[in-house]
């Protein structure tokens, strides 16, 4: 009874259950590695907690998957088949989740094919990576800055305003419409401060200004 515990047979292929637990012991350490990396590097303001569970039992998953076809050949044909069919249509919005993803996938193919050493040592220099540049800002970010005017004077005053308060400035679109003139200009901020927006909007004929980052973040 104690050897048929401790030794499973998958199809006629004996399997030692510690090699089990190791690989399933090495894929949930490592995709709880990348899952705090997730949560220290994420940059977006709605964070996903589901989306980071996910990358754990992803790792988990794989992890076994991997191992079963590397302990029986016959087994590899039949899950080769089956996952074929699968089809994911979840849309993976920022490119760094899909990177986490990929890296989760990764650590557990490695983890399932036992090579242990590369999947912690991959990892760990990954972790680093997305440490280093992910989590560094550039200060000289572009923006879009939306202003609506009412006259051609409060558009020469709003025009004036974001060529002085701003780094640099390309007027990228212009539309007139009856009683409204709207402008976009792509600009490169002096400092951090986004007061200048508020400059615009002071101004007599000027009914809205918007600033937009290129990351995904606004300031209305």
Known sequence: MIETIFNLDLMGESLE????FSVIFVALVISLFIFWVYTKTYKGVMYSSSFGVTLILMCLI???????VAVNFLLSLGMVGALSIVRFRTVIKEPLDLAH???????GILAGAAFFTIA????????????????????DLPYIAIVSCDNESSELKATEIVENQTK???????????NNIEL????RLKTES????????A??????????????????
Do not use: C, Q
């Open 194 to 201: 986004t007061l200048f927006v508020n400059a615009l909007l």
């Open 168 to 178: 640099k400035s390309v007027t990228k679109a212009k539309t007139v419409m009856r």
């Open 184 to 187: 976009t200009f792509e600009i």
């Open 62 to 68: 794989t992890a076994l998957i991997i191992y079963s």
């Open 120 to 139: 912690v040592i991959g990892s760990i220099t990954i972790g680093i990576v997305l440490f280093v540049f992910a989590k560094h800002n550039p200060k």
């Open 203 to 220: 101004v007599e004929g000027v009914s809205n200004a918007s600033l937009v980052s290129y990351n995904g973040d606004y300031y209305m």
């Open 101 to 107: 993803l990929f890296w989760s996938i990764s650590a």
């Open 17 to 20: 259950i510690t090699e089990v």
